[in-house]
């Protein structure tokens, strides 16, 4: 497979965002920055459930996770109790695996506690903004799986008591919500994130 992929309109796509859902998604969502913090939340949640399953799987569910987790609203979801959980593992819209629930309820509740103490989930996120100056993937080889930042917020996030959280669900999470720019240097996307990361107002 080649490193980026041209569709009908002759447009250069990374290698992933070839067919629809995931075109929509590369296009339009991956790596332009984010600074709400449901949408952040949300996406850390759905990296998760991700965990030994496609991103494909999940965009598909997408919907259907944000109807069973309030929109992914933090202050709802840290009032989920077991009751919840139990309704949560009789939807067959979503991924039904327990320890992933109890997690995203966990999670919620850390969450509250760092809006707490930074102002919002989007300043305590942000602090762990990769170096901007790195260069531009030239190929999918060139991808990083991690980063010195995502093993340091991982390690946090874990000692404040967060779940499913590991080095490489961060670094995912840092992709896709713009603290990176990991679109292919040939990918028509790169520049228009560029763009958009320049513009965006750091929170904090």
Same mark, same amino acid.
């Given at each position: 497979?080649?490193?980026?992929?041209?569709?009908?309109?002759?447009?250069?796509r990374?290698?992933?965002?070839?067919?629809?859902?995931?075109?929509?998604y590369?296009?339009?969502?991956?790596g332009?920055?984010v600074?709400?913090d449901?949408r952040?939340?949300?996406?850390?949640?759905?990296?998760?459930f991700?965990s030994? +399953?496609?991103?494909?799987?999940?965009?598909?569910?997408?919907?259907?996770?944000?109807?069973?987790?309030?929109?992914?609203d933090?202050?709802?979801?840290?009032?989920?109790?077991?009751? %919840?959980?139990?309704?949560?593992? $009789?939807?067959?819209?979503?991924?039904?695996?327990?320890?992933?629930?109890?997690? $995203?309820?966990?999670?919620?509740?850390?969450?509250?506690?760092? $809006?707490?103490?930074?102002?919002?989930f989007?300043?305590?996120?942000?602090r762990?903004?990769?170096d901007?100056?790195?260069?531009?993937?030239r190929?999918? #080889?060139a991808? #990083?799986?991690t980063?010195?930042?995502?093993?340091?917020m %991982?390690?946090? +996030?874990?000692?404040?008591?967060?779940?499913?959280?590991?080095?490489?669900?961060?670094?995912?999470?840092? #992709?896709?919500?713009?603290?990176?720019?990991?679109?292919? %240097?040939?990918c028509?996307?790169?520049?228009?994130?560029?763009?958009?990361?320049?513009?965006?107002?750091?929170?904090?």
């Amino acid at each position: 497979m080649p490193d980026v992929v041209k569709g009908e309109n002759r447009v250069a796509r990374c290698f992933w965002g070839e067919n629809e859902p995931l075109r929509g998604y590369h296009d339009a969502e991956w790596g332009r920055p984010v600074a709400n913090d449901s949408r952040l939340f949300e996406k850390l949640s759905l990296e998760a459930f991700q965990s030994g +399953l496609s991103w494909l799987t999940i965009l598909r569910k997408r919907e259907n996770f944000r109807r069973a987790f309030k929109s992914f609203d933090i202050g709802a979801v840290a009032r989920f109790n077991k009751r %919840s959980a139990d309704r949560l593992m $009789t939807d067959a819209g979503i991924v039904r695996n327990r320890a992933k629930i109890e997690a $995203t309820v966990n999670n919620a509740r850390r969450c509250l506690d760092l $809006t707490g103490e930074f102002g919002s989930f989007a300043a305590y996120v942000w602090r762990f903004e990769p170096d901007t100056s790195r260069p531009a993937p030239r190929s999918r #080889q060139a991808l #990083q799986s991690t980063s010195p930042e995502a093993v340091a917020m %991982s390690k946090d +996030l874990k000692r404040r008591g967060w779940a499913f959280v590991g080095p490489t669900t961060v670094y995912s999470f840092m #992709q896709a919500m713009g603290l990176v720019n990991d679109h292919l %240097s040939r990918c028509f996307a790169r520049a228009e994130v560029e763009q958009a990361r320049r513009a965006f107002r750091r929170p904090g």
